[in-house]
């Protein structure tokens, strides 16, 4: 019977692959190009799924007697993105990942070992920001000793002593075969990753370099593999077939797509046990999902098929092409891959490489903050200047905006969605040495990349939160909860810590912000108070980092319209406590009159401003990007008006005391395009180099220094 997940797969040769650095002999793998003079895979994107079933790319099995189990996929609605182990009782799927857990003596060691395997990770995501900011070489050699040698050597201590602890637990399992030999394998990862931690600690003497990074990271994957050995089920994945096999009376699983990697471990469950057990072949087929798999009857079980990851960087490029390596015979019995493809190590994993690897970002040439500042500091005024950072990311990130963490000095970037990069990461962009950074691999929604609005509900495995059809202005750095929040998906806020380079939980959202396609308009704001969210029925909401929560925020006065998709806005206009709010009627047909609404912070008073010069805003071509330069007592448009008599673009602003719109006259290479109007732009104000920023759908990076009265201000007029 062959049981599972079904899709279609369009022929593809097969890909190259490059292995990237190895530690202690642990195989992870990195795709690379295919090599030269081959034939390039055919690419391809996976067919949507129905969004409205629970779990999504699951697989279920079910055996001649009835017996139905059902695995893998992601839970759409449950804070815990993984939906376990599950089997059918009087027609109802139940999951019994607790039962198994307590029927479990390694269990225990799991929580413990995943515990070190994040501070693992904690340790990676510093000695990136510690390479990231291009110190001088003594002041790393500082910042490596004071902050990255103590996590690592506590992550060593803890290891060592879980040795420790699971030695003398093996001790006792003389009775019990498969958790004996699960622990002893654990234990003999356990220890090279004791050593190879060590080494790190004594390598990072040295500074932080790539190879130092990509060490670490091995230390964690074998942390996570040594969790996986001693868990009563397999780790979550998708689009992995189940199948039964009839002679040895099992249930056989083989790989998957954990989303950011692929990979190759065997599993079979018993279900007169009911029990999960790894199998450690000797070699497998290498890393795949969506499979087939077949089981003639004879012991055996027939794998065919499945994709890879692509890694194409262009527009709405496919993502996945098949392997054509196969078939391939497994053994239930003598616990043993046969086929005539290239075999990899049996719990092997492939990741995607380039623009979609953090490894891409930490090439040559090194980060300088010294050369970064200098360039700042020559800045001619009133001229938008590309930076050029070395290693632009790919995807494009359209439909969204960018915003600045003021904490670390960093450029925050989440958008994409539609016909745009669909990934779960953040990128960094470091202000201090002009450099891009991804913190995590990327990891896509199977079957939903670059659709418009069909994006999963929930998070990813790594829990972090699938990307809605656009990000617009739906997240914001919030410097009272030192984290960036991301409100557009329906029923949860999402917390995003950069000083781990990830997501770090979700709270439930009040009702005011709980509506269908809301991150076309749920609209962030910073304060100092917190960030302010505008919805599409006028509500204002304070986040209030204390309680976790978002607070209603009680308004009087000129009653304040909602926000409206790809035109409205809100800024914080420091000088005042105020917000001032801007808005238009959705679509070309409608021009913008010129009104600003102000609320009072202090009071929650909102009134109605007219200020000089709203006739010839109407010109003003987009509303989204509008913030405020403290120092100049000016908010700075991002868009240009059409040219006046002489050719000429200006750029339009508001003039706070004057209550007036101005333009003025900026030159260089302004990133709103050619046609004045960027929906993917993001712009930032710097106060502590009092500088603007922006960024581009390609990643591209811009710096302005203003000086509005050298720009020619002049009382808007239309042309």
């Not at 004057?658 to 929906?679: E, F, Q, Y």
């Amino acid at each position: 019977m062959n049981c599972g997940w079904r899709q279609r797969c369009l022929p593809a040769h097969a890909r190259a692959w490059r292995p990237a650095l190895r530690v202690v002999g642990l195989m992870v793998v990195l795709l690379g190009g295919a090599a030269a003079g081959a034939a390039q895979p055919r690419a391809y994107r996976l067919p949507d799924v129905d969004l409205k079933q629970p779990v999504i790319w699951g697989a279920v099995c079910e055996s001649p007697d009835g017996f139905a189990l059902a695995f893998g996929g992601q839970d759409q609605h449950s804070d815990d993105p993984n939906p376990h182990t599950r089997v059918r009782i009087d027609g109802q799927w139940k999951a019994i990942h607790e039962e198994l857990r307590a029927a479990s003596a390694l269990q225990p060691f799991h929580a413990r070992i995943w515990a070190s395997r994040s501070a693992q990770k904690d340790a990676v995501a510093k000695a990136r920001a510690i390479w990231f900011a291009g110190l001088p070489s003594g002041d790393a050699a500082k910042a490596v000793a004071a902050e990255l040698v103590p996590r690592q050597q506590k992550v060593l201590e803890e290891v060592r002593r879980t040795v420790a602890e699971l030695e003398k637990a093996a001790g006792a399992l003389k009775d019990k075969d498969y958790e004996l030999a699960q622990a002893q394998l654990a234990l003999a990862l356990l220890r090279r990753a004791a050593e190879a931690v060590g080494g790190v600690v004594r390598g990072a003497s040295g500074g932080v370099s790539a190879e130092l990074v990509a060490a670490m990271i091995e230390c964690q994957v074998m942390l996570e593999k040594c969790a996986e050995m001693v868990d009563a089920e397999p780790p979550p994945r998708a689009l992995s077939p189940l199948v039964w096999e009839p002679r040895s009376r099992m249930f056989v699983l083989f790989g998957g797509d954990h989303l950011d990697y692929l990979t190759c471990d065997t599993w079979v469950f018993d279900p007169a046990k009911r029990k999960w057990m790894q199998r450690h072949p000797p070699a497998a087929p290498s890393p795949r999902a969506n499979h087939k798999l077949a089981a003639p009857g004879d012991g055996t079980v027939v794998l065919s098929g499945g994709y890879v990851y692509a890694d194409r960087t262009g527009y709405c490029d496919g993502q996945y092409c098949d392997t054509t390596d196969g078939p391939w015979t497994y053994d239930v019995a003598a616990d043993r891959w046969k086929g005539e493809g290239p075999t990899a190590a049996p719990d092997a994993r492939t990741y995607r490489g380039g623009p979609f690897s953090p490894a891409f970002f930490m090439r040559d040439p090194a980060p300088d903050a010294r050369a970064t500042a200098e360039v700042l500091a020559k800045l001619p005024v009133n001229t938008w200047v590309s930076m050029r950072p070395p290693h632009l990311p790919r995807l494009n990130r359209d439909w969204g905006t960018a915003v600045l963490d003021t904490d670390r000095d960093l450029i925050l970037r989440w958008s994409g969605g539609h016909s745009a990069h669909g990934g779960t990461d953040v990128l960094h962009y470091h202000l201090r040495t002009n450099r891009w950074e991804l913190p995590c691999q990327v990891e896509f929604p199977l079957g939903q990349l670059y659709s418009n609005t069909s994006y999963p509900l929930g998070m990813s495995f790594n829990l972090r939160p699938w990307i809605t059809g656009h990000t617009y202005q739906s997240y914001g750095y919030d410097a009272t909860a030192r984290k960036m929040l991301f409100v557009g998906q329906r029923n949860h806020t999402y917390f995003y810590d950069p000083d781990i380079g990830d997501w770090a939980g979700r709270s439930v959202k009040p009702k005011e912000m709980v509506y269908g396609d809301c991150f076309y308009t749920l609209t962030l704001c910073p304060t100092p108070q917190g960030l302010v969210c505008w919805t599409q029925n006028g509500h204002l909401l304070r986040f209030d980092a204390a309680a976790g929560q978002w607070q209603l925020m009680s308004l009087s006065g000129a009653k304040l319209p909602g926000s409206v998709v790809d035109n409205s806005t809100v800024v914080y206009d420091s000088r005042r406590n105020r917000l001032l709010l801007f808005r238009k009627g959705y679509g070309d047909k409608h021009r913008y009159d010129g009104r600003i609404w102000s609320v009072d912070l202090a009071g929650g008073a909102v009134s109605e401003l007219s200020p000089r010069g709203a006739e010839a805003a109407a010109d003003i071509p987009y509303l989204c990007q509008i913030r405020y330069d403290i120092e100049h007592d000016l908010l700075l448009v991002g868009g240009l008006l059409p040219a006046d008599q002489t050719g000429r673009r200006r750029t339009p602003a508001y003039d706070c005391a004057g209550d007036r719109w101005v333009s003025l006259d900026i030159a260089g290479d302004d990133p709103n395009g050619k046609t004045g109007r960027n929906v993917s732009l993001g712009l930032m104000y710097d106060p502590a180099r009092k500088l603007f920023w922006a960024v581009d759908t390609n990643s591209n990076v811009f710096v302005l220094r203003l000086d509005p009265q050298k720009a020619d201000m002049r009382d808007m007029q239309r042309p």
